[in-house]
């Protein structure tokens, strides 16, 4: 940890950096192709809705139950000619979900199942769900979503300016495209849990990402004041400055909701809190990335497009090229002096120069000492 520790100083200090904004037409490849493929997912597979929006109902078996949830699951297909979702509880009971029947069939279903447990149909329990208490709940929902969306958009205006805006609210949308596209290509069901996990995800992507914007606003603020670096240099001193606290942050985020999905859900059979936690999951980590990957260099890209921030950048790279120009002379002077061979060619053999008309004045003619 103290090297992860040293790397955040460094990175901080700007003694070490990654080129995040000059390399983000790659990231911005690698964003256009993941959120296609999740499009894709939505498109052909759709999203698998829980009982709660397609309507349905729900079977809960006695306890102790011998029979495999496999099995269940087959006996349920055949009396319904749906598929089922079957989980088993803690106290050894089969719960049977069948989404997307007539509730005046559940009666026939009932008798069915019963008969194929072999348990008293008395014995069954039934609770019918109307698929009108989902759609209010995803109404809601969507409502809930946009109205976050506009105040997003209003607060960083006012708080950043709207550049910064757009790319928060296109790194947002970003995240739930991605998550809900892994949704449709995993499968799991889509419940009243997802979308609270939805939710919950914007607001940590947009946490993330209002971090950045806040060092960034900082170290600009007088940035047109100096030479030595352009918009788009400070944006990525900025991502520098602050990743080793996005991982951070981001790794301590991951890991129970990694528990939950991985250990709960997975190994423990717990069903329910994959609902919750996968949509947690996949919006942590795409939110970490697209507040690196999208949104600053998005933000960078956009400022780059002022004429105040035209106009410094080509002072800053004629400073850079007047500088480059004088590290070449004085590296070619270096290497003239270190080279014999390019040096002058030393002079062997008797001088030639003319002798001093001085030489031997004021001594008597024809005397020799």
Do not use: C
Not at 24 to 37: D, P
Not at 154 to 165: Q, S
Not at 255 to 273: D, H, N, Q, S
Not at 342 to 348: E, N, Q, R
Request: hydrophobic content about 45%; overall charge positive; proline content about 3%.
């Amino acid at each position: 940890m103290s090297k992860l520790g040293s790397l955040g100083a460094r990175l901080h200090r700007g003694e070490i950096s990654y080129d995040f904004v000059g390399k983000r037409k790659i990231w911005y490849g690698v964003s256009i192709l993941i959120t296609i493929t999740a499009i894709l997912g939505l498109a052909v597979r759709g999203l698998n809705w829980g009982i709660e929006f397609q309507g349905g109902a729900v079977f809960t078996t006695p306890t102790h139950m011998s029979t495999s949830v496999a099995t269940a699951e087959g006996y349920a297909k055949d009396a319904s000619g749906h598929e089922a979702v079957v989980q088993k509880l803690g106290n050894g009971s089969l719960r049977i979900q069948i989404a997307g029947i007539e509730t005046d069939k559940s009666d026939q279903i009932r008798q069915t199942l019963a008969k194929d447990l072999n348990i008293n149909p008395e014995k069954l329990n039934a609770d019918l769900v109307g698929p009108s208490w989902g759609e209010q709940i995803a109404n809601k929902a969507w409502e809930g979503l946009a109205i976050f969306m506009v105040l997003v958009v209003i607060y960083l205006a006012i708080a950043f300016e709207w550049r910064m805006a757009i790319a928060a609210l296109v790194a947002l949308i970003h995240d739930i495209t991605i998550t809900t596209g892994i949704y449709a290509l995993v499968g799991f069901e889509v419940t009243p849990g997802t979308v609270i996990g939805l939710l919950t995800i914007l607001g940590y992507s947009l946490y993330d990402t209002v971090v950045v914007f806040d060092s960034l606003k900082e170290q600009t603020k007088d940035i047109t004041k100096q030479t030595r670096f352009t918009y788009s240099d400070i944006a990525n001193q900025s991502i520098n400055g602050t990743l080793v606290r996005s991982i951070n942050t981001t790794v301590v985020a991951l890991l129970p909701v990694a528990g939950l999905l991985f250990i709960g859900g997975g190994f423990l059979g717990a069903g329910t809190l994959n609902d919750i936690s996968l949509s947690l999951f996949v919006g942590l980590a795409a939110g970490a990335y697209s507040s690196i990957f999208i949104a600053t260099p998005l933000v960078a890209d956009l400022k780059e497009r002022e004429p105040a921030m035209k106009a410094l950048r080509k002072r800053v790279l004629a400073k850079r090229a007047q500088a480059a120009a004088g590290e070449d002379l004085v590296e070619a002077r270096t290497t003239a002096g270190d080279d014999p061979s390019d040096a002058a060619p030393a002079v062997v053999g008797p001088r030639n120069q003319p002798a001093s008309r001085s030489r031997g004045r004021g001594r008597p003619s024809g005397k020799r000492r």
